[in-house]
């Protein structure tokens, strides 16, 4: 018995945090939106069943932004998620209450759900690893909002995040199970990292987007001659002139939804969100919404759907 042990609980013991967008039995589920601030799950999601199941022990749900959409984790339930190291810097989203947790050091492995960069973005503001892996590879049941439907709900996917990156396969293997380990990632086959291929970008021209800092470019390169050096072999510096308008591209994709209504969402599909209202409800210190749910009210009445936007419909398909 003992000795099947690491195989049947891998995790036994250790401490996992679990993202606020998904259910935990037993737990407040509010997913920063004030109308759903008292909702306490009823049932857990396939993925925290693995993690239960792995033996695991859940200390924490964590913050997100209002209906996880955003790179901010910041609502009017719990209020603002603070960078790991630095509290003047965000933490990132929607991701960020893993990021900043497991990042100081309280948790040491977390769930997260990425669309957009929701793993990425927190991993990287608080030094620790996120992986968003390929669609459909961690089950997504019993997240909330959930896509089921349109460009977005190919887009959205659960994702590890971990203090160390030793281990991601292990922890992988336990959202996944072993069976899509094995079959479809082979995780027990070791890489022939002499065989791959290295890419690399510096950063997109955007009016949007800040360029790429010389801290930053400097830490990039320096994991570029790493692995070249390490492999013997050679990165290739890429330019995708289409991925320069990513943004527009992705902002484009999430209008695209046909689940419900974003303003029917942050209401628990209990009525609809006046954007109008709202906006001066805000400007009066009364909205329980925050600044960047209210823009995307506004974009939700009024998608972009001019020619150029039509065009990154077209390119994105490229990229997929």
Known sequence: MLFNLPHEKPLLGVPVSIKDTFAVKGFHHAVG???????????????????KAAGAIIIAITNVP???VWVESVNEVYGRTKNAYDPRRAAGGSSGGEGALIGAAGSLIGIGSDLAGSVRIPAQFNG????????FAIPIKGHHPC??????AKMGNVGPLCRYAKDLPLFFRVLAGNEI??????????????NTRFFYMEGLRSCFIEPLQNEMKTAMLNCVNFFENKYNTNATQVDFAKLHHALAIYLTSLSETKDAPFAHLIKNMEGEVSVGAEFWKKLCGNSHHTLPTL???????????????????RNREKFY
């Open 33 to 51: 939106i004030v109308a759903r601030k008292d909702i306490i799950a009823e049932e857990d999601a396939d993925v925290v069943k693995n993690i």
């Open 147 to 152: 896509f089921t439907k349109g460009y977005p």
């Open 128 to 135: 620790i690893i996120g992986l968003k892996p390929s669609e």
């Open 181 to 194: 380990a094995e079959n479809r990632f082979q995780l027990s086959k070791p890489v022939k990292m002499e």
């Open 295 to 313: 823009m995307i009210l506004l974009m939700d009445d009024f998608p972009p759907m001019d020619k150029k936007t039509r065009e990154y419909c």
């Open 66 to 68: 209002e209906a996880a």
